[in-house]
């Protein structure tokens, strides 16, 4: 555990006689921390995505899942294609018209604490495809937390997105586009 | 291609003396000029003759200011002379033209498509339903009074359906079992939807949804300047994306009647043969990879990144790399990266052996894909297959062997075909694929030509950095280039290359301003899939897997 994450809480009085001794022998196998600090400090490193590869995005997430770029060493190896098995959802591409009610559904049956990155500019803003049938970006949808900008973006700007949202959970982060969501409604 | 207007014309004159045909011969392509209720006929005899014998597609186009607004194009094909003939005819709002699906069943989705984009009716089709845009959607987009950023929303997904089947009797005794797969599902690669039917393990009937990924590529081709076109082609087969800019550019520049240098050509080919070798990576890995098999998909992954690290050494890019320019290519590559192509071409060469260790003679493998998928060489051509699926039946149809360009006639590489047209075959067709590609590939960069990179025509390529920064000629040149764009003359035509997965064609009409007038893509996969609920039905489900990823579907172009 990084000594980043979990601070030693200074001590009220210092106990005496036994108790002191019982207080030493504790630190020796044990710490103190808040109950907030220690669940974000295993959210953050046990991040189960959903990759949602819609399109060329979709290939350059398999690009960070595979040896050269190895998202496993950011404890998101456990790629779930069931979202209820998944706290985190990677929208890795074009996301159209016909497409939102689906991914409206797949956010949903995810289960809380849940989190969205928008992997490249079509699933950020619709990219360049300013068209008939393309959504112009997932967070009229969904709520997102993290963009990545990219067309596609490299795997490097993905591990960054990761990282990000790592750093939000460890920060907890207050996330009013997520409170004030609202499954079906465009906006 | 040669001009075989006489011919045609000969020939029609015999089986329909009544009728008078106009046949032409413009910007290289042969092109036949019928009434609509003549379309059915004439493209009955050509396949009965056996004068062509492909249906390569069927696409629409509006002119609102014609007093008959549609143009309906049916591209033939035929695998023994090589000759491709373009049957046109002219509709007004309101009026339809008969089914070509009781002549090929590949017409079907392409009859489809134009109906989903135009409103264009087909009498007779048995599934005249919207294609890609969602149930929802009013209008026909690709009308040209359709604003191309007009979005209309979607509020829910279809439930599970199935195409109109005349000859399908419901069995009331079985107890049958809907099943959706997809359009989220591992194995549906994002955005394919499969509704299904069981009987037990069974697939009584099938039926597929796509559109999930349609971005509107040939509306915004009609939006932007040729080359700024060349990105969005990048997005179409985004698993090989370099192919399909050199097949848009091969397109634009012989509708600007230029040839590029023999440099650009010889880059041209290493791109092309570079993403062949990736884009069966994918497929053959992925296909693996869903069937259990995933030390293959991996370790192949790291050739697919040796490539990824030569785009980048090329252009900064490692996916969508837009290295092609209307006449030529972006810029020249880099000092020594010809030299780590011949060395990328070593190292796959262990790589595709090691695949063949994987896999051929696995003995799961073997069982789960051999006799599964098999499909028949007449029906494979009926449904319009290209590509490795049609070669794994045993057509040796190659457009590189066929109908050369960039000077493939020269290089000496072998077709590989298959004989039963199963999974198996189809994966043994795409391994020796690979190899070709290595040997084309060495051949080609030990060989590069000297020269320029591009073409030097003012009007068609701007002109270099310095020129445009040292001098007022370079400057205006650029200021012209990007204020009008380049101009092919007005017409029409249609130009394929053999991409990964079949003939990739881009039927493009020119009205001579800046922008194409209308862009069709004749995408391999699009054709292929449509065959899917026929070939999955009486099979396991667990075949189904199997089957799709045998075929390489890549959502981006075959949803555009």
Redesign the interface.
Known sequence: MSEASVKQQPSPAEPKGSDRQLVEETRSFAFTTRIDKIVAWGRKNSLWPMP?????C???M??VM???YDLARFGAEVVR?S?RQADLLIVA??I????????I??YQQMLEPKYVLSMGA?ASSGG?????????GVDKVVPVDVYIPG??P?PEAVLDGVMTIQKMIEDNVPRPWRDNWEP?V?R | MKNITENLRQDLSQKFPDNKFNCEFVLGDNVLHVSPDQVVPVLRHFKETGSFDFLMHVAGADYPEREKRFDVCYELFSSRSFQRLRLKTQLAEGESVPTATTVWRGADWFERECYDMFGIQFAGHPNLRRILCHHQFKGHALRKDYPADLQQHCTEALPIHFDNDPNYVPDPNKDLVPLNIGPSHPATHGTLRIMAELDGEKIHRAGVEIGYLHRCFEKMAETHPYNQVIPYTDRLNYCSAPMNNVGYCKAVERALGVEIPPKAQAIRIILCELSRIIDHIICVGANALDLGAMTSFFHLFTYREKVYTLFERLCGARLTVAMTRVGGMAQDPPEGWFDEVLQFCKEMRQGVDDLERLLTNNKIWIQRTRGVGAISAEEAIEWGYTGPCLRSTGVSLDLRKADPYYGYETLDFDVPVGTSGDVYDRYLVRVEEMRQSIRILEQVAKNVPGGDYTIRDKGIVLPEKRDVYGNIEGLMNHFMLVIKGLRPEPGELYDATEAANGELGFYLVSDGSGKPYRLKVRPPCFAIYQSFPQQVTGGLVADVIAILGSMNLIAGELDR
Do not use: D, N
């Not at chain 1, 159209?96 to 991914?103: H, L, N, S, V, Y």
């Open positions: 949602y590869g819609t399109a060329c979709g290939i350059e398999m690009s595979m040896p050269r294609f979202p591409g074009t159209t018209e016909k497409m939102a009610p689906i991914i559904r797949i079509c360049f495809y300013r068209a008939y049938h393309v959504l112009q067309c596609p490299t079906g465009y």
